[in-house]
C-alpha cells in the first residue's frame, strides 16, 4: 500500500523552522515525502483569510501575519535556499507550490492568461536558481487553478501535478481539452479540516485519519500536511500518524515515487470541477470523461 506526503512550505517561518523538523521527523519515520515551496516574496498578511482554520498566531508567528502588510515580504527563495536543498540532499522531492502563495490564493481563480503565465514563469525560475534544473512537480496552492495554469502545467513539462483533491489519480479533462499532465490528488482531509470543520481535539485527529486510511483504494492515498502546522505546533500528530501508517502496511513515499509505480499512459480520464471549502473554492476531480 503506498501512501504519498505532499508537503507544502508556504511562508518563510514555515521554510526556515518547519522543514527542518520535518526532516527529522520523516526520517526517524523512513518516510519520503514531497516539499511543495514557496520561492518568492512571503506576503501571507495579505491572504489570512485564506489560511488554515488553526491557531494561526501560534502555528505562523506574528511576523507572518504581518508580513507583506507591516512587515516587509521577505523573499523565501533568497534567505532560504540551503534550507531547501538540504531537503533535496536527503532525498527529498523538490516541486513548486507558488512563486507569490497570497497573489496566487487571491487572484488565481479569476485571472488573465498573461497573469498566470508571468506568476508560474516566475516561479519556475527561480526553481531552476535554486536546484539547477527544473522543476518536473507542482503543487497548487489552495488547489485553486485557471484554465491557463492547467495548459501551463503541460508547456513547463512537468511529468505530474498535484493540484486537486479527489480519490485516484487521473489525466484532468477541462471543458473537453485534454491536459497531458497526471494529476495525483489529495485523497485524505487535511488536519486542520478535522480541527475546524469537524470539531475534532488534535488527540482525535490522528484517530479519525487512520481510520479513514484502513482500507485504501487500488492506488493509495495522498496526504496534504503543512510545514507552518505539521512542522510546528502539531508535530505530535503527525508523529502519530507516521507510526499509525506504519503500522497498518503504508510504504511512505513522495509524489514522485508515488507516480512511478502507476501506468501513466493508462490513467482514466476525469473532469476538474469547482468546490467549496473553509478558504475558497478548490479544484475536485469529477465524473470520469465519456464513462
Known sequence: MKLALRIEVCTYRGTRDGVPRLMALLKQHRAGATFLYSLGPDRTGRAIGALPRVPRLRCYGPATLLSGTLLPALDIGARCAGVMRAARDEGFEAGIHADDRAGWMLDAAGASEAWTVSAMQRARERYEEIFGKPAL????????????????????????????????????????????????????????ELLARDGMAPDAVSRRLL?????????????????????????????????????????????????????????????????????????????????
Do not use: K
Open 137 to 192: 512537480t507542482h503543487g497548487a496552492a489552495g488547489w485553486r487553478m485557471n484554465r491557463h495554469a492547467w495548459r501551463q502545467t503541460q508547456r513547463l513539462g512537468f511529468r505530474h501535478c498535484s493540484d486537486t483533491r479527489g480519490h485516484c489519480p487521473f489525466v484532468p479533462i477541462l471543458n473537453g481539452e485534454i491536459i497531458a499532465c497526471p494529476q495525483l490528488p489529495t485523497t485524505l482531509p487535511t488536519l486542520d
Open 211 to 291: 481510520e479513514l486510511s484502513r482500507h485504501p483504494p487500488a492506488t493509495g492515498h495522498v496526504y496534504t500536511l503543512r510545514a507552518e502546522i505539521e512542522g510546528g505546533r502539531y508535530a505530535p500528530v503527525l508523529g502519530e500518524l507516521l507510526a499509525g501508517w506504519r503500522a497498518q502496511g503504508y510504504d511512505l513515499i513522495s509524489l514522485r515515487d508515488y507516480a512511478a509505480e502507476l501506468d501513466l499512459a493508462h490513467l482514466p480520464r476525469h473532469g476538474v470541477v469547482l468546490n467549496p471549502g473553509t478558504s475558497g473554492t478548490f479544484c475536485m476531480q469529477g465524473n470520469e470523461f465519456l464513462a
